[in-house]
């Protein structure tokens, strides 16, 4: 079963708000990721988490702020965003970073379409 | 430097046309990996193939089908008989090896009319 599920669908927040998307996966999976995406363009790479740590940040700004509580969980908290952040925000898992052998298929969810007024 | 290119911006087809999306990429590695995903107006990337780079066999999976060619560079998909269903926008993506960023193309927003 390749699901990976996000909540919410949609949010709309003012940008003095605080908010958090989620993100869960049941597949065992040991690799996490936040893709941003707007429209008319290809996802982009925010944030990778290998067997819980953070080991990749695409430089993006501290207004958002990825946790990994556990291997089957993935929050991205958001703060004082501006309403160029509006977009959607993908969340995806594959099995294994450390394999090593060949690159793992990412799966991804529904996404969050996020609005910021 | 990686790069894919996905040089058809939108095409559209009546159903039951035969469509294929082009997709061509750069990277000077030996080692790399090739993915198409699918992505419906509901927002999900959907997984369809993943290919290495030391396998060229083409591969079908009922209406779809993938050309790999190492030659020129490209791994192009087509859609035999196409349906109202394969509306979506489909994106190429190429990953180093043991890496795990997905360079993706720009995408091709497929209609299909009935």
């Known amino acids: 079963d390749t699901e990976v599920t996000q909540t919410p669908k949609h949010l709309v927040m003012g940008m003095t708000n605080k908010k958090s998307l989620k993100c869960e996966q049941h597949m065992g999976h040991r690799a996490m990721y936040w893709y941003k995406q707007k429209a008319k363009k290809p996802p982009e790479l925010m944030f990778v988490y290998s067997y819980e740590k953070l080991s990749i940040n695409e430089s993006v700004p501290s207004r958002f702020s990825p946790e990994c509580p556990n291997s089957s969980l993935l929050n991205l908290h958001l703060h004082a965003l501006q309403p160029e952040d509006s977009a959607l925000y993908l969340c995806?898992?594959?099995?294994?970073?450390?394999?090593?052998?060949?690159?793992?298929?990412?799966?991804f969810g529904p996404g969050t379409r996020l609005t910021v007024l | 430097a990686q790069k894919v290119t996905q040089a058809q911006t939108e095409i559209s087809v009546v159903e039951k046309e035969d469509v294929t999306l082009d997709c061509v990429y750069e990277t000077r590695d030996t080692t790399y990996y090739l993915f198409w995903y699918k992505q419906p107006p509901s927002g999900e990337l959907v997984f369809l193939i993943r290919?290495?780079?030391?396998?060229?066999q083409n591969e079908i999976s009922g209406r779809y089908s993938w050309n790999f060619q190492k030659s020129t560079s490209s791994f192009n998909f087509t859609i035999t008989a196409s349906q109202v269903v394969d509306s979506a926008v489909y994106f190429c993506a190429l990953s180093r090896y043991n890496t795990d960023k997905l360079i993706f193309g720009t995408g091709t927003r497929l209609q299909v009319f009935p």
């Open positions: 290919r290495n780079s030391f396998d060229e």
């Open positions: 995806a898992s594959s099995q294994d970073p450390t394999s090593g052998e060949m690159a793992d298929t990412q799966y």
